[in-house]
């Protein structure tokens, strides 16, 4: 039973996610419905029946008081969390139980970012975002929220499977002489004949990288190019992960050898594996067995109505419009647009190349303008009286140059722009026309919905019509280099990433540790022996139970972790039944020294949850502690391990210390 919702303030669904019994409940509550094949609109009408008296409810508490509720529990158990971001109203729904508070409010800070890495600027204006995700045509607004939903569905399969969700940074596959060999190979055979090729349709290849899974085993950056935030990569990976699914079950075959003898646990070179076309035959021919269910007549016609309008399997060749924080010379722009080519080299291992398009500079110079008129709206609702602007920076001689010159660069096509921009001009500078402060504030608001409109159709629109890509010949070329490139490692690295690391290597120097995560906060990068609990894996917590019950803990320890990190607590050590956990977060500077602690801000129970795709906690933190170092570069670590109980305390703090030390060394591999 779980559900999320965006909704306008006029109760009007932007989109919506629903399990299968949360459907199968407003079915129920609703009953069975002939809409003569219109049934995805219907039951998005039953949806807006069931939420519309909660969103009126808080749009009316905002309107008379100025606050509104974020979190209650009806009498049947269902716990709702609600947060409004502008004028949208996000709703989470949990009803069976198996989800937190903290739970729902990530889910809904993680919708909103993949939200933003989709439709960019939009999202800075209300009324752009609700034509964006309520597309008008039918079958435009079915795809795009299909697409959502399934980025939904896969974030919360990999927070419960891979670790690198559950904390929220990218891990790495270890093998630094095969990274290294990548590194250049992006960089000379695949970036550097891209960027000279005429069939690049005028796109520049910025950024390069492969996945195993949910690995990253190489990254390139073009020397021009602006570095990739973590969390912006960590949603990348995500959408790949979306668009090419890990099959884990044909992976675990991978790992058996022929007798059904596990492989060895550590890997040094690759070695020939044993192919796992036994397998895929017999999963074919299962899959090939008809089986028959009798099911409601009326959810049936529902279901294969939804069937025939599910968007295809994606074409690798066409890009899709990413937008992602960069920092240029010109200036810095949050979401600035690339096109996102995603070329699958194998089941589990991809390509990923992020490309500058042509007029991309445009949304730098509307982000700036945007910021300018954001902070002349915000002086002047601070009470500025009569129709004088106040002189901030920049100049307002210098933006009125500036834009002027801008818009006379895009010519007769924004002409509305133009329009609203002489409008304001006439109100702020003309002494005749002087507007009053209201005046000016409307001004204002107009001219930042219309710089917002100019870069939905620059970049967003346009991208729908008539997308410029590189040539499809170029893209298989490229393809074919790199498959030749790895074709001897592809079954040596889809084993090394279900163990990347093992906890064997780790036995001798540290008895007792039963796990670990390290994770560098700085560079958005951990570290963490493998967690394989499916029955077909064998590894060192064995098979079954054992290892669920280590996951279950693992998963339990961080999110404690985060509850007292909230609270403003650097170090947590607490004992759970046989098991002693630990966690330190701590600051060193750019040598390994380590810095002193400083006292944590207390957050509050409705803020952005701790990570980086739900509002990137750790760069604010660096931030608040570097203000009192501005001559030294500041890093930021995370370790938790477990130990068993019977270990002494003192045994296991100086394991904690060794550990640390021992880690600190992989975690430089280059993000080049």
Sequence with gaps: MKCLLVASESAEVLFYWADPEFEQNIRDQYGPRQYEGDTYPAFE???????????????????????????????????????????????????????????????????????????????????????????????????????????????????????????????????????????????????????????????????????????????????????????????LILMVQNLYPSNNELDDTALE?????????????????????????????????????????????????????????????????????????????????????????????????????PNSQVAVSLYQFLEAFTMLEKKLSEGQEGGSLPRTQPPLSELRNKLDKFIRALGSNEIQLQNTWTDFKNKAFSRAAQGTSRELLMSCHAMKTRLCAVYRQYFVVQSHRSPQRLSVSLQEKALAMMQEKLMDWKDFLLVKSKRNITMVSYLEDFPGLVHFIYVDRTAGQMIAPSLNVTDLSTTELGKGPLAHFIKSKVWSLVGTARRYLQKGYTTVTLRDGD???????????????????????????????????????YRKLLRYYSKDHHTEIVKCYELLTIHLGVIPTDYILQHCCELAKKLWEPTRIPLL
């Design 45 to 235: 009408d039953s949806f807006n029946t069931l939420f519309a008296p909660l969103i009126i409810s808080c749009s009316t508490l905002i309107e008379k008081i100025n606050d509104t509720y974020t979190s209650f529990i009806t009498e049947n158990a269902h716990l709702y969390i609600l947060h409004q971001f502008g004028e949208c109203l996000y709703i989470a729904v949990n009803g069976d139980g198996e989800e937190s508070k903290e739970d729902l409010r990530r889910k809904i800070y993680v919708m909103k970012k993949l939200i933003e890495v989709h439709l960019g600027m939009v999202t800075l204006n209300s009324a752009l975002l609700r034509k964006e995700l309520r597309p008008q045509d039918t079958e435009q607004r079915i795809q795009l929220w299909k697409m959502l939903q399934s980025l939904l569905e896969t974030y919360s399969l990999l927070r419960e499977q891979d670790q690198s969700f559950l904390v929220e940074a990218v891990e790495r596959l270890i093998h630094p002489t095969l990274c290294e060999q990548c590194i250049e190979f992006l960089e000379r055979r695949v970036v550097q004949q891209i960027n000279g090729s005429p069939e690049r349709a005028g796109e520049e290849v910025l950024h390069a990288f492969i996945l195993v899974n949910t690995k990253l085993l190489a990254f390139y950056s073009s020397r021009n190019a602006s570095s990739i935030k973590p969390s912006d990569l960590l949603a």
């Design 257 to 357: 050898g022929p007798e059904g003898s596990s492989v060895p646990e550590v890997f040094y070179t690759p070695e020939p594996s044993p192919t796992g076309r036994e397998s895929d035959a017999a999963e074919m021919e299962g899959e090939s067995t008809p089986v028959f269910q009798f099911i409601d007549p009326d959810v049936q016609v529902a279901e294969d109505s939804l069937k025939t309008q599910e968007a295809q399997p994606p074409d690798p060749a066409t890009p899709r419009r990413v937008f992602l924080e960069a920092t240029f010379k010109e200036g810095y722009c949050p979401m600035m647009p690339h096109s996102m080519y995603c070329l699958p080299l194998w089941p589990g291992i991809s390509m990923v190349l992020l490309t500058k398009i």
């Design 579 to 617: 098991y002693y956990f630990c966690y330190f977060l701590w600051f060193e500077s750019e040598t390994g020294y380590k810095l002193e602690g400083i006292e944590l801000p207390v957050l509050s129970e409705d803020s952005a949850p701790i990570g980086m795709l739900a509002g990137d906690y």
